[in-house]
């Protein structure tokens, strides 16, 4: 149990001493996962929407494709991601191994795929009758989908809270693109790593409880938008 | 002034809708193929059927919703499709379930106010007036996923009767209501699209609903029109055996015009001879019909009291069937049949059983009849 103890006073010591070195890393997670997530939104939500809703040839195998990349491990997204950004890469001129725009980048191909998998399964829920209902009362093909995706707000949301939950603690690809470099690349999942691999559990530790209340928070903010406009409901 | 001047001062005549051998197809199955259908402005069309006779799929298409495989829609005589946006927007529809956004009444009655931006002010004194045109008056900040059915429905309508449209698509609103509910709407329906003198098309399975809110019926089977008219001919003279059992009305009897003048002919419809009145020339053949609620009927050989009815037929009883609360009994006339609505206890009164022998009593005014051909009955 001792551990357990030096963990949480060395939690409260690591985020009350304004440790240099802490809330780097802090910002840096968030910073990453966050424009990750946002990225994997902007790219996720019309794609969902597409998949969703469109009837064409090919829908069911792209479906097939996108919730297997759901369960992608990040270490082999971090493997592909680092092929292509090393130095004799395809994408090598752009010389982005061991930055955070990588880590961006590997956390991006992680989260659009479940942002694209929950948003299709929750814009396909509503009725396809609403759209012809939506079509007849004047709504161009844009505000069609609009209305839809809020409509499925809650569905929609979803897959963000997802993608978001998925990619900030996943340690598999940012530690391969990003090298887990202290002070420039070190993230939380990262530093629980590093801790460990030093023996210094109770450090260790500390991040893991630093990590979990951030992402709590984090869900506890994205539930409540979730679940704003819930007065409408049965 | 000549022909042609006149011509071209003369008010625009194009009807609000029109559409042109129109064929969809469903997985090589014809679903709708009709050469031609019009609906006059301001009039309320009804497009009568069993399920899948493809009524709604007619609506969809005619009201831009849905692509023809082939033909083409007029909108006041100018072509469209539903790509163009501003004629769509002249168009609003309800369906058979009212399908409310996940929000307020008001947000789902100015949804399409809000589509065509129309300033705040104006929206929400549009959006007041249309419900209270429905009935629900300030209900504005309601939740729309509280309604009951016949609320939810009306919210609909509003939400169509807002944006002022030139034509209306009504989808069998009112099937998901229970009878008493349709009855007052289907009043309430019809007494609105009157008023606001909408070009409306408006879809059901239901012969009294069409009855009540149309100003022309057409009905459809199979994905083709079979019979079109005004409400009174085509609910009392189908033109053939499957629109009459669909009707459940008699089937409607043959005939050749006997005597024709003064606005009353003599039609010899087998060994019979009835009097209607119409004006067709000599030796036309035609479809005759007569409504079951306008034949009284009497025991053979009791004493006829002296009315205007001019038609007074013999027969003999073929078939005794509940029609609703009364009975609806069926009568040979040699071979023609006709059909008349009694009371139950008079008909239990009368001892009505098939072979009684009666006595038929109708007016020449009760008599339909239209020219044969005129619909090409279906082979």
Not at chain 1, 49 to 68: D, I, K, P
Request: hydrophobic share 50%; glycine share 10%.
């Amino acid at each position: 149990m001792k551990v357990y103890y030096i963990a949480i006073a060395e939690a409260w010591r690591l985020l009350t001493s304004g440790d240099a070195l802490v809330m780097p890393v802090i910002g840096m997670s968030l910073t990453v996962s966050g424009s990750a997530v946002a990225m994997a939104a902007l790219i996720g939500i019309p794609l969902g929407y597409m998949l969703g809703l469109s009837r064409f040839g090919g829908r069911a195998a792209l479906m097939v494709l996108v919730n297997t990349s759901m369960g992608f491990p990040p270490v082999v997204v971090g493997l592909f991601v680092y092929l292509a950004l090393t130095r004799w890469g395809p994408l090598g001129f752009l010389d982005m191994l061991f930055t955070p725009r990588a880590m961006v980048v590997a956390q991006v191909f992680l989260a659009t795929p479940l942002v694209i998998g929950v948003t299709a399964s929750a814009v396909a829920s509503v009725a396809r009758d609403l759209r012809l209902q939506l079509r007849a009362l004047g709504a161009s093909r844009l505000q069609e989908g609009l209305a839809i995706i809020l409509e499925a707000r809650r569905g929609v949301m979803a897959s963000v809270i997802a993608g978001f939950g998925a990619i900030i603690s996943e340690v598999g690809a940012v530690s391969i693109v990003g090298g887990g470099i202290e002070g420039k690349t070190e993230v939380m999942t990262t530093a629980i790593v590093a801790n460990v691999g030093r023996g210094d559990f109770g450090i260790a530790m500390a991040w893991a409880f630093i990590l979990i209340g951030i992402a709590l928070m984090i869900n506890v903010a994205l539930t409540t938008v979730q679940n704003l406009g819930s007065a409408y409901d049965r | 002034m000549t022909a042609e001047a006149s011509d071209m001062l003369a008010p625009p005549t194009a009807p609000a809708v029109r559409g042109e051998g129109i064929k969809v197809v469903y997985r090589r199955r014809t679903a709708v193929d009709v050469p031609s259908i019009e609906v006059a402005a301001g009039k309320t069309y009804a497009l009568l059927g069993a399920s899948g006779a493809g009524k709604s799929t007619l609506l969809r298409v005619l009201g831009l919703l849905e692509r023809p495989a082939e033909g083409r829609v007029f909108i006041d005589g100018v072509e469209a499709s539903g790509k163009d946006l501003a004629t769509r927007r002249t168009i609003a529809a309800v369906f058979q379930k009212p399908y409310l956004l996940r929000a307020t009444v008001g947000a789902n009655v100015g949804y399409g106010l809000k589509l065509r931006r129309v300033p705040k002010r104006e929206r929400e004194q549009r959006l007041s007036d249309a419900l209270a045109r429905v009935g629900l008056a300030g209900w504005e900040g309601r939740s729309a996923l509280t309604l009951s059915g016949g609320e939810a429905q009306r919210v609909a309508l509003a939400r169509a009767l807002v944006l002022r449209p030139r034509i209306l698509l009504l989808d069998e609103p009112l099937s998901y209501m229970d009878p008493l509910l349709k009855r007052s709407l289907t009043l309430e329906f019809a007494e609105i699209l009157k008023s606001e003198r909408v070009t409306a098309l408006y879809v059901t399975h239901d012969r009294d609903e069409a009855a009540v809110v149309a100003d022309r019926i057409g009905i459809m089977r199979d994905g083709r029109l079979v019979s079109e008219g005004d409400p009174e001919t085509v609910l009392t003279l189908p033109t053939d055996e499957w629109v009459a059992s669909f009707l459940d009305a008699e089937a409607p009897a043959e005939g050749l015009v006997a005597t024709s003048g003064e606005g009353v002919m003599t039609l010899a419809c087998g060994d019979a001879m009835i009097i209607a009145v119409g004006d067709l020339p000599l030796g036309s053949r035609v479809l005759v019909g007569v409504p079951s609620e306008d034949v009284l009927l009497f025991e053979h050989g009791v004493q006829i009291p002296r009315t205007s009815a001019r038609n007074q037929l013999d027969g003999v009883v073929s078939e005794v069937a509940p029609a609703g609360a009364a009975m609806r009994i069926t009568v040979a006339v040699g071979d023609l049949r006709l059909a008349s609505t009694v009371s139950r206890s008079s008909a239990a009164d009368l001892r009505l059983a098939p072979g009684s022998l009666v006595t038929l009593l109708f007016k020449a005014t009760a008599v339909r009849v239209r020219p044969r051909d005129t619909i090409a009955p279906i082979v």
